[in-house]
Each structure stands twice: as C-alpha cells, then as structure tokens.
C-alpha cells in the first residue's frame, strides 16, 4: 500500500447508471474488531440499482456523495486490535448488510464477525457471484424449513438470489419449478430446474399449488400466496417498490389474514452462514453463475445490463 487512498465507485446524484464515477478517496483504516480487505471482485445487486435511481430515497436520504456495492470478494490486508481467527492473506467473502454499501472500490473494512473464509480452489472473481446466495440459505432452510419432496415454486429464478435457490432447492430435495424469462429457461434448467416456465406466458393461477413459494421479485404477492397447499409458506426478500406501502402493509396484515404469514427477512450474515455457504459450495450443492465480468471502470455498464433485464445469475465486477 503506497499511499493512503483508493480507487472507488462513487455517484453525486441519483439517476441513470451514468451517475457513476470512480474517484480516489481515502483508504479506510480498521477499527479496533475490524478487517481491512483488499476487495478483489464485487456483483451488482438488484436492491443497489433501485438505491442508486432513488426510488429508495426515503431511506438512503440527500447525503452526497454515496457509494455502492453490497458483497465482495478479497484478501485480508490488515487487521484491527483484538481481531480472531482471521488472519493476514485469508480469503475471504463478506456483505456489508445494514452497515451500508461501499464494496465497489479498491479496499473496505468491516467487523471480523461479518467475514467467511471462501473455500480453496474457488476464483475469487467466480466467487463473488455467491455472498448473496446466503439470502437463498436462509429463505430456504431457515424460514421455509424446505423439506425433501416438498413442491418449491422460485421466482426471479435467474437473478442473483433466484439462481442460487434453484440449486438449493434442488439440493435440499425439493421439486423445483423456476420462473424466469423465455430467453433463461434452458439456464434455469441447467441449475436443477425440475420445470422451466416463462413468467410472461403464464398466469399465476396456472402455475398449480407448492408448498414453498420464494419471491425475489416483490409484486403480486397476493396471487402467489394462493398457490400454497395446506401448511405451505411464502418467503418474499423483495417489496414492490411502486406500492411500497401497500406491499409492507400486505407482508404485515399476512401475519392475521389468509393463507400462512408471509415471511419477511432482510440479511445480515455473519460468518456461521458464510461457514454454511461454504460447505454449500465444497459439497457441490451450489456454484457460481457469473453472467459477464465488467471492470471496476465499467460499474456502470455493469448496473445497466442489470437494469435491462435477462441476468443469467450475477454481473460481477472485478477489482485489479
Ligand atoms: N431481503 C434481503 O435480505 C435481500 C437480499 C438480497 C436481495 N434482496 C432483494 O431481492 C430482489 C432480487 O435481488 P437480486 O439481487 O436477486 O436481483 P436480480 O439479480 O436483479 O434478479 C431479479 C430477478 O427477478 C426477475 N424479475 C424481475 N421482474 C420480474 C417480474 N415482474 N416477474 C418475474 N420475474 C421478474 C428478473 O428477471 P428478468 O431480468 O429476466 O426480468 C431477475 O431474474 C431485489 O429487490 C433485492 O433488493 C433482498
């Protein structure tokens, strides 16, 4: 490290990705617990796409100039006073969850805590195709108590987090049904898809019943929840951004009226899940899907493929 500042992706107003720039700022310092990480990769997440347009404005407020990125990739650079069972070189992965964004840039710290180490043999660039299937964990196993055998309908099944629950929903023993787009119907079958349909050719009430919904998209909650059998469960990670009083009204009212409460979660892994995606990973239950590698100059291309729809798993952003 030859001076104190970074390389990161920064935006002054909201907008368009062309909003984004990358510009020096000061290399930040761990505190006593923290990590610093030489990040090496990050990926483009449909919730900062949505903070960076502004249409989260109401909680990301007027404060300029704001940062992006949510998970990364790297190498352990330095370590903060009382920091355990992590050392210098380990690589590792890591969200930055409710602390905010700011993984798109040359270097970040966080608490240990908040770190896993990523399996050996696996790309650090591949890699960070996978932080977020931590989201499709703890949908799957924690909330939905997926059983073997159980009918899981996923939707949003190419995306980031839909990806990595359609193999884990295989995984796990579930008959899998992926909705996604016509064009990523062969991709989702290649991730243990058991059925492949295309979202705009059908209507939900032709879908059929499950025991298991998981919504990564946020509308039309309401049509979803009556595909459930008897004892079955929606796990939704996403609002409608257009309705957002009503959909958190729905989530909330779900809990009294109709077909099973709807379960609601905002992650926030820490390394016991980081420890479960790795073995996820190492046992073969779950890989990477990297749609296209940008460099960190061209985060904005990066958000903008994102936004135009048809993802293929992640856009991953390589850090030189
Ligand atoms: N609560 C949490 O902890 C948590 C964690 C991670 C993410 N999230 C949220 O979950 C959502 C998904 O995140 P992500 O990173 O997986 O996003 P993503 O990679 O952009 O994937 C979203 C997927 O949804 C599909 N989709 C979009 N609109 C659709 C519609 N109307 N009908 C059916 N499918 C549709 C997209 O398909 P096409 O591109 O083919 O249209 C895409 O495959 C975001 O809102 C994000 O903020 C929440």
């Given at each position: ?92 992965w890591g969200v930055m ?85 016509a064009a990523n119907l ?135």
């Amino acid at each position: 490290m030859d001076d104190d500042t970074m390389r990161a992706v920064l935006f002054d107003r909201y907008g368009g990705p062309e909003v984004l720039y990358v510009s020096r700022v000061p290399r930040p310092e761990p505190a006593p617990g923290e990590v610093l990480v030489r990040v090496r990769a990050f990926s483009v997440n449909g919730g900062e796409t949505a903070a960076r347009s502004g249409r989260l404005r109401l909680l990301t407020g007027r404060k300029f100039p704001k940062r992006v990125g949510l998970d990364f990739t790297g190498e352990v650079a330095a370590l903060g006073a009382g920091v355990t069972g992590i050392v210098i070189g380990d690589r590792v992965w890591g969200v930055m969850g409710r602390t905010g964004f700011g993984s798109a840039a040359e270097y970040v710290t966080l608490r240990a805590e908040r770190l896993g180490r990523v399996p050996d043999g696996l790309d650090l660039v591949e890699a960070a195709a996978l932080p977020v299937a931590t989201t499709a964990i703890t949908a799957l196993r924690d909330k939905a108590r997926l059983r073997p055998g159980e009918r899981l309908l996923v939707r949003g099944a190419a995306g980031g987090v839909g990806n990595a629950a359609v193999q884990l929903g295989r995984a796990y023993g579930a008959e899998v049904t992926a909705l996604a787009r016509a064009a990523n119907l062969d991709f989702v079958r290649t991730l243990g898809a058991h059925h492949a349909i295309d979202h705009r050719a059908v209507s939900p009430s032709e879908l059929g019943l499950f025991d298991v919904v998981l919504d990564t998209v946020g509308t039309d909650l309401r049509a979803f929840r009556r595909l459930l059998s008897p004892g079955g469960r929606t796990v939704t990670i996403a609002f409608d951004l257009t309705r957002l009083a009503a959909s958190l009204g729905y989530i909330a009212a779900s809990a009294v009226h109709g077909r099973g409460r709807v379960r609601f979660f905002s992650g926030n892994p820490t390394r016991a899940l980081f420890d479960d995606l790795a073995r996820e990973v190492s046992e073969g239950r779950l890989r990477p899907a990297v749609d296209t590698c940008f460099p960190l100059e061209e985060t904005a291309a990066a958000h903008r493929a994102l936004e135009a729809g048809g993802v293929r798993g992640k856009y991953v952003v390589k850090v030189d």
